[in-house]
């Protein structure tokens, strides 16, 4: 069993920046640096969209287009923990944002476990 | 970006009884990289098919996947009061981006 846990979510206008967490653990044996991990949104009332995805060794990164340019992914392997840096956030960001485990360490796969989430809401 | 359109978008029916959820996709999905998940309120989404057909650790044999190409298929054989949720698919295919459905609310009747 994986267990993900997001934090950091908050209230921010138009144009500020946020940064998510989300940490990682599992039984023995569970090694967070063998595995790729994903950010996943969903607006209030709306369905699924996927975010970014990082790679097991952090060293590739892939956005959606709607964050490209404003939102970083990245992880610590030290830490069990992977991260979003949010940048000139817009309305349209709002969102209950969710981290999620890859299947596999590079590439991308289906995801086998979720994080609950944590809310972003962007208003002035 | 491969578009998946869920049908229907509420699926209302009893327990005990049959449902058949379905998923188009706008071109080929690869590899039949397809998979299902399940949420419920205030819920993390959980992982139930993928590669269309195969259920993931823990999933009961009630719940199966089938299809390839574009059109995929979600079948609860029969209906337990914990499977009234809603159900995504997801397409995980050799390009970016991942892609969801918008979702079927399974209700009961």
């Known amino acids: 069993q994986v267990q993900l846990v997001e934090s950091g979510g908050d209230v921010v206008q138009p144009g500020r920046s946020l940064r998510l967490s989300c940490v990682v653990s599992?039984?023995?044996?569970?090694?967070?640096?063998?595995?790729?991990m994903h950010w996943v949104r969903q607006a209030p009332g709306k369905g699924l969209e996927w975010v970014a995805v990082?790679?097991?060794?952090?060293?590739?990164?892939y956005y959606a287009d709607s964050v490209k340019g404003r939102f970083t992914i990245s992880r610590d392997n030290s830490k069990n923990t992977l991260y979003l840096q949010m940048n000139s956030l817009r309305a349209e960001d709002t969102a209950v944002y969710s981290c999620?485990?890859?299947?596999?360490?590079?590439?991308?796969?289906?995801?086998?476990?979720w994080g609950q989430g944590t809310l972003v809401t962007v208003s002035s | 970006e491969i578009v998946l359109t869920q049908s229907p978008g509420t699926l209302s029916l009893s327990p005990g009884e049959r449902a058949t959820l379905s998923c188009r996709a706008s071109q080929s999905v690869s590899s039949s990289y397809l998979a299902w998940y399940q949420q419920k309120a205030g819920q993390a989404p959980r992982l139930l098919i993928y590669?269309?057909?195969s259920r993931a650790t823990g999933i009961p044999d009630r719940f199966s996947g089938s299809g390839s190409g574009t059109d995929f298929t979600l079948t609860i054989s029969r209906l337990e009061a914990e499977d009234f949720a809603v159900y995504y698919c997801?397409?995980?295919?050799?390009?970016?981006?991942?892609?969801f459905g918008q979702g079927t609310r399974l209700e009961i009747k």
């Open positions: 997801q397409q995980y295919g050799s390009s970016l981006p991942i892609t």
């Open positions: 590669g269309a057909s």
């Open positions: 599992g039984v023995s044996g569970f090694t967070f640096s063998n595995y790729g």
């Open positions: 999620a485990k890859d299947r596999h360490g590079s590439g991308w796969d289906y995801f086998d476990y």
């Open positions: 990082i790679s097991s060794d952090g060293n590739n990164k």
